[in-house]
Every structure is written in C-alpha cells, then in structure tokens.
C-alpha cells in the first residue's frame, strides 16, 4: 500500500492562477481531510469528506473547492491563488468507523507559494 | 525544513526523562481524541488515540490521559529519547461531524 499520496510536493503559483492539488489513497478509508498548516503554527481543517459524494466545510475553507466522485480521490482547488494562501497542504484518510487505533493517516504535503 | 513549531511553546527535557505534553480541548461534544507527532519536513504521524468513555490508554511507551471534567488532555512520554524530539499535536474529533480539529502544538527538545 502506498497510502496516502499528494501531488505536486513543491508548487509556485502566481496570484490569481489556479490550480488543483491532488490526494489518492489506496486503503479503501472513507473520511478524507485537507489541512492548511502555516509556518510555525498547527493544522487548519478546510475540508473533509465522510464518503464518495459528501463533502463539507472546515475551518479555513474560503477560496478552496473539493469534491469526492470516488473513495479514492479527493482533489482540492484553489480558484484563485492569493499570498495568504502560502502553506503546507496535507491531505489525510481514515477508515470510516472508529475503530481504536485508527487515526488519520497523512500524506507528506504539498508546499504551496503564492507570489 | 520547514519551521515547524517556530512559534510553539517548547518542552526542553533530559534524554532518559518523563515528557508530559498537555492539551486543553474547547468542545464538550468531541468523542475521540489522538495526539499526534510530527517532524521537520514531514507529515503528522498518528501515536495513539483514545474515547471520550476512557479516562486512560496505553501504548508503547506512551500513556495518554482524558479529564472531562476540565477538558484536559495529556500525552506521557516514558524514558525520552533524543527521536522524540518533534511537535506534538492533539487533536479532537467532533461528534456528529466526524472532523478532526487540531490543537495548537508543542514542541518537545530532548538533550543529552
């Protein structure tokens, strides 16, 4: 198993441009998360997803679009990039029950500069 | 690497000593809790988990510990070692909506 897989890992963006950053997982997880974390602070939730076809709303989630047609992918847009948007992007799964022992798995992020 | 942690409150222990990292969570409906640990340059990793029915847990070398009462969480480090070294974060799990809010973190710096 791969995981959870995020491409691109580096990304510059100029303002205004737009741009998909893709998460795949291959564990068959149902609940799938895209975080923002920005230097020096913890993770912000922007979206998350309890299955193919439900997504909804985080914290952060203005300027960020999602969608889950699959089990597997869960892309997040940006629609158009802007300077507060530099972060480290993660993306996580995890089995849908709550099973003990099963938090979040994480991808190892996509570093987003928007200049 | 990135700068995690840059900003974060930091826990300098000796190599060899108990770490307590604590946590204090803001919502009475989170049902589950996990504290996580993360390291420069790569992605949290899950250390371990508990119910909001459990006042106590576990693991290898970890004990984490739930108060209700006061919304407290804490995560126990046994015999610390210079790997340990990261940001440690909690996070809690909203009952009902099924995410995942995380705390603010702590950085653990462990000396020889």
């Known amino acids: 198993n791969a995981g959870v897989t995020q491409t691109p890992k580096f990304q510059v963006l100029k303002t205004g441009q737009s741009m998909t950053l893709q998460c795949a997982q291959d564990?068959?997880?149902?609940?799938m998360s895209w975080y923002r974390q920005d230097p020096g602070m913890g993770l912000r939730l922007i979206h998350y997803?309890?299955?193919?076809?439900?997504?909804d709303q985080g914290e952060v989630p203005n300027g960020y679009n999602v969608s889950r047609s699959t089990t597997e992918d869960f892309p997040l847009r940006l629609l158009s990039a802007a300077p507060s948007q530099t972060s480290v992007y993660f993306c996580?799964?995890?089995?849908?029950?709550?099973?003990?022992?099963?938090?979040?798995?994480f991808g190892s992020g996509t570093r987003l500069t928007v200049v | 690497g990135e700068s995690v942690g840059l900003h974060l409150p930091t826990l300098s222990v000796q190599e060899g000593d108990n770490s307590i990292i604590n946590c204090a969570y803001s919502?009475?409906?989170?049902?589950?809790f996990i504290w996580y640990k993360q390291e420069s340059g790569k992605g949290p990793q899950f250390i371990i988990d508990?119910?909001?029915?459990?006042d106590k847990r576990q693991g290898q070398r970890v004990t984490v510990l739930l108060n209700k009462t006061v919304k407290h969480l804490s995560l126990q480090i046994a015999a610390t070692q210079p790997g340990d070294s990261a940001v440690y974060f909690c996070?809690?799990?909203?009952?009902?909506?099924?995410?995942?809010?995380f705390g603010a973190g702590t950085r653990l710096a462990v000396h020889p």
């Open positions: 996580a799964s995890r089995p849908g029950q709550k099973t003990i022992g099963y938090g979040y798995t």
């Open positions: 564990m068959n997880h149902e609940y």
């Open positions: 997803s309890v299955g193919a076809g439900i997504t």
């Open positions: 919502n009475s409906a989170s049902d589950y």
């Open positions: 508990i119910r909001s029915n459990m």
């Open positions: 996070a809690e799990n909203i009952r009902g909506y099924n995410k995942l809010i």
